[in-house]
Structures are given as C-alpha cells and as structure tokens.
C-alpha cells in the first residue's frame, strides 16, 4: 500500500521560505509520477508541480515558476518542495501525491499534474502572513 507523508508546513512571513517534505512508501512502481498540490480555502485544487521519474520532465505552475523548487531524494525516498518568496496567496494546505507510469502511457507530466494523481497524502498547511 502507497503511504505518503508530508512535512514541513507552518507560518511564515511573506518574502520568507520553507521546505516541505513528502516521504513514500509501498511504491511498487518502476517509473511514477510525484508532485505537490494546494488547496486553498474557497478555491479549487492546483497542481503546483510535478515531475515523472521516467524521463526527469518537470512541471511549475505558473504562479509558482522561478520561486518553488521541486527535488528529489531517491535513497530516503522523500520528495521536496523549496518554497522561496512566499506570498500571501500561497496560503493552502499542501499535498503530495504519487501515480504509477505504465509502459506506452505517454500522458504528459503537466497534464498529470492538472488531472491529479491515484495516492495522496493528508496534507500539510502553509500560512504565508502579510
């Protein structure tokens, strides 16, 4: 069974930073796709990026492109999400989530990352202050 974890949230002042953690486990999968999603009050879900262990191809939203960085662990099996200049509208409560890649899927990483993904965690708030 796929366990996704995540970490790291909490409140910080606009400008500042923080790193969220997304530890996996139960993949079974040769090749995924893992990314970080938010949902802030009143509003829909939004994919804020995404990367494909298949082929490395990364996708940012354009809200957060040139601020957040997505990285990689693969020996602690544990995703990050750098978060730099946060801005108030950052505000939402922050999940991971994690797909299996099937062989002659060619469903791009920005589209998986828009969709939603099968396995997701309980999610980790950030609260970005003014």
């Known amino acids: 069974e796929v366990h996704l974890v995540e970490s790291g949230g909490g409140l910080v002042q606009a400008g500042g930073s923080l790193r969220l953690s997304c530890t996996a486990s139960g993949f079974t999968f040769e090749d995924y796709a893992i990314g970080w999603f938010r949902q802030a009050p009143g509003k829909e879900r939004e994919g804020v990026s995404c990367?494909?262990?298949?082929?490395?191809?990364?996708y940012y939203s354009d809200s957060v492109k040139g601020r957040f960085t997505l990285s990689s662990d693969n020996a602690k099996d544990t995703v990050y999400l750098q978060m730099n200049s946060l801005k108030p509208e950052d505000t939402a409560v922050y999940y991971c989530?994690?797909?299996?890649?099937?062989?002659?899927?060619?469903?791009?990483?920005?589209?998986?990352?828009?969709?939603?993904?099968?396995?997701w965690g309980k999610g980790t708030p950030v609260t970005v202050s003014s």
């Open positions: 989530a994690a797909e299996a890649i099937y062989y002659s899927d060619n469903t791009s990483i920005r589209t998986r990352c828009y969709d939603g993904m099968d396995y």
């Open positions: 990367i494909s262990s298949s082929d490395g191809s990364t």
